[in-house]
């Protein structure tokens, strides 16, 4: 019996990991850094060129992609499950973009870049190619991609939307020109509006299922750690070392994104929206990064120039006076921002799952 009982559990988990949800037959991603292919490496990268050498893609493709981080990315994770190849960046080589392609750019933002200026927070932009931006470069690929109504409608019933994670650089930019979490706090209804925007006129051009993921756990990233300390050991949360105020803050943004989606389900009930919980991914590595086998903790960045959590902004990664540590995969943050190729296969196996759950 108990062995009949553990065999069934292996065979379900099993299933629960690796069945394809769905048959999608083609993947469209939008977003920033976090899913960027290799968009904002062909655009120059002037406002981050050490994504453009190692040790920037490291871990698995030995060289350089445009993706900001040692290896893979979430969805290239989820492409591979679903058995797509990983997402070619539109601003690529041109190529048959049937079966997806990508049009998050590192650094981009939920807002209009000029919504964003008039509120002052344009210093550190690095791309105006926002959201609203990737939405056009969608509009004016999917003639290529069906024709008809009928021959549309068939091909986006089996396409897989994922639409974030964005809206971190709006906040980013905002908290390091030097503004409060209260002031950042009044604009999350912008942002979130933004992201919700979106996905309404992304369902309004066909898509049916979309995978919208919420906020990092930012107040455990080596970056705001670093640039944004404490003299007030209360500020910290003794549970995992992170700013508490800033998880706060992020779980404010993917408590309203929640709410937004949740209204986007009752107006379009033929629609399927998965919310991704980045937050919740996360949060884990920092309550038991050594369950998860990141030895060297959740907080301290991979690849640094030094201090308490391996960032230093003037000793960036990529930037002389910063390394790599050896072993990647024993860190949840790779360069102080953006995470390991570790950390986001673990993500990428908790959003199957419930992809799995809700587009079967
Ligand atoms: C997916 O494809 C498999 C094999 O082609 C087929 O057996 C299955 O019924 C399909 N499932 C859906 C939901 O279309
Ligand atoms: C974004 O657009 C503004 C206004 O056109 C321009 O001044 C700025 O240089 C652009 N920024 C980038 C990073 O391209
Ligand atoms: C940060 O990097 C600079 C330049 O390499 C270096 O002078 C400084 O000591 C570093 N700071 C820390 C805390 O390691």
Redesign the pocket.
């Known amino acids: 019996m108990k062995l009949h009982g553990f065999l069934y559990f292996l065979v379900v988990s099993f299933q629960l990991v690796h069945s394809i949800p769905h048959n999608f037959t083609s993947l469209f991603s939008f977003g920033d850094s976090l899913a960027d292919t290799g968009n904002f490496l062909r655009t120059g990268a002037v406002?981050f060129p050490s994504i453009s050498r190692l040790p920037y893609g490291m871990t698995y493709f030995r060289r350089a992609t445009g993706r900001c981080s040692d290896g893979r990315l979430v969805v290239d994770f989820i492409a591979d499950a679903l058995g797509l190849p990983f997402l070619p960046p539109y601003l690529g080589r041109r190529q048959n973009f049937r079966r997806g392609v990508n049009f998050a750019v590192a650094g981009a933002t939920a807002m209009d870049?000029l919504a964003l200026r008039e509120m002052g927070v344009d210093r550190f932009?690095?791309?105006?190619d926002s959201l609203s931006r990737q939405l056009k470069w969608f509009d004016q690929l999917k003639p290529s991609l069906c024709k008809s109504s009928q021959e549309c409608s068939s091909y986006f019933d089996r396409s897989l939307f994922v639409v974030g994670e964005i809206g971190g650089n709006d906040y980013n930019y905002a908290f390091f020109s030097g503004m409060t979490a209260a002031e950042v706090t009044s604009f999350v209804p912008r942002v979130v509006q933004a992201i919700a925007a979106a996905v309404e006129e992304l369902i309004g051009r066909g898509a049916v299922h979309l995978l919208v993921p919420g906020n990092l756990p930012v107040g455990c990233s080596a970056a705001y750690l670093t640039l944004l300390p404490s003299q007030n050991s209360k500020d910290y949360d003794p549970r995992n070392g992170c700013l508490k105020k800033l998880n706060v803050f992020a779980r404010y943004h993917n408590a309203l994104l929640l709410s937004a989606l949740q209204h986007l389900r009752s107006a379009y009930p033929r629609v399927r929206i998965t919310y991704a919980d980045y937050y919740g991914a996360v949060i884990r590595f920092a309550h038991s990064p050594r369950h998860y086998g990141f030895a060297h903790g959740a907080l301290r960045s991979c690849c640094g120039g030094g201090g308490p959590y391996n960032f230093n902004w003037t000793a960036r990664c990529g930037h002389p006076g910063a390394r790599a540590c050896v072993d990647p995969s024993k860190y949840v943050n790779w360069d102080g921002i953006h995470l390991t190729e570790a950390a986001y296969r673990l993500i990428a196996d908790t959003i199957l799952r419930d992809l799995q759950a809700t587009h079967s």
Do not use: D
């Open positions: 406002t870049p932009l690095w791309t105006n």
